[in-house]
């Protein structure tokens, strides 16, 4: 079965450099969510889509920005970046609310490294 | 808000013996529970989810969680654990729109 789909796995760039973390959702799952795990922390929830539009923000710093297309899939935009961005972002979809007896599936993640 | 606590950070346990992870809850309406289990490196692989009915709820690779109401907890359990269980575990709670609230996790040390 199809999962979710997340590209780069890896990313290395450098302190003010700019990176866009791509993530392309299950087919016909309309709800995107994405999170930051640094390393030995738990997930911790950015922001998510549905049906295109913004549902919740979580703690996303300004610098970085997010948007879902027509497609479904989804990309976060992430500028001047900083050493303490480094760390796992992961990417999970669902088909609807997941309070809709539905459950969200993860990616792989991209492990970005900021040097 | 919601929390998701999970008391124990580190376990070790031998091979073959019983394994259980504990996980309290905050939210005060209906939660929607979940385990995940995490290699390093990787990405999260759910294990098991509560949404409603049966507390008793069975997963892969062996493992089942009960939900207790009354104690505000989801506690991962599994018979008898193998060398491949080593790994880290998280439990995670999530409101309607799949927001999910994640506890710190703890982490399975395998001991021969």
């Known amino acids: 079965a199809a999962g979710v789909i997340q590209s780069p796995r890896h990313l290395i760039k450098e302190k003010r450099e700019t990176a866009t973390l791509k993530c392309y959702p299950i087919?016909?799952?309309?709800?995107v969510y994405w999170y930051q795990q640094g390393p030995g922390q738990d997930p911790q929830f950015l922001i998510s889509?549905?049906?295109?539009?913004?549902?919740d923000k979580g703690s996303i710093p300004d610098r970085f920005s997010a948007q879902q297309f027509s497609d479904y899939h989804s990309e976060l935009n992430m500028s001047s970046l900083e050493l303490g961005d480094s760390a796992l972002y992961f990417c999970?979809?669902?088909?609807?609310?997941?309070?809709?007896?539905?459950?969200?599936?993860f990616g792989q993640g991209t492990r970005l490294t900021v040097v | 808000a919601q929390s998701v606590t999970q008391p124990d950070i580190h376990i070790t346990v031998s091979e073959g013996a019983s394994l259980e992870l504990r996980c309290n809850y905050s939210?005060?309406?209906?939660?929607?529970l979940f385990w995940y289990v995490q290699s390093p490196g990787q990405g999260l692989q759910l294990l098991l989810k509560?949404?409603?009915?049966?507390?008793l709820v069975q997963g892969i690779k062996g493992f089942e969680a009960e939900f207790k109401r009354s104690q505000s907890s989801f506690n991962l359990r599994k018979p008898s654990v193998h060398w491949s269980d080593a790994a880290e575990y998280f439990c995670?709670?999530?409101?309607?729109?799949?927001?999910?609230?994640f506890g710190a996790g703890t982490q399975v040390v395998v001991t021969p």
């Open positions: 087919p016909r799952h309309d709800t």
């Open positions: 889509f549905y049906e295109k539009m913004q549902s």
């Open positions: 995670a709670e999530t409101d309607s729109w799949g927001k999910f609230q």
């Open positions: 509560y949404f409603s009915g049966d507390t």
């Open positions: 939210y005060g309406a209906t939660p929607y």
């Open positions: 999970a979809s669902s088909l609807g609310r997941t309070g809709d007896n539905t459950e969200a599936f």
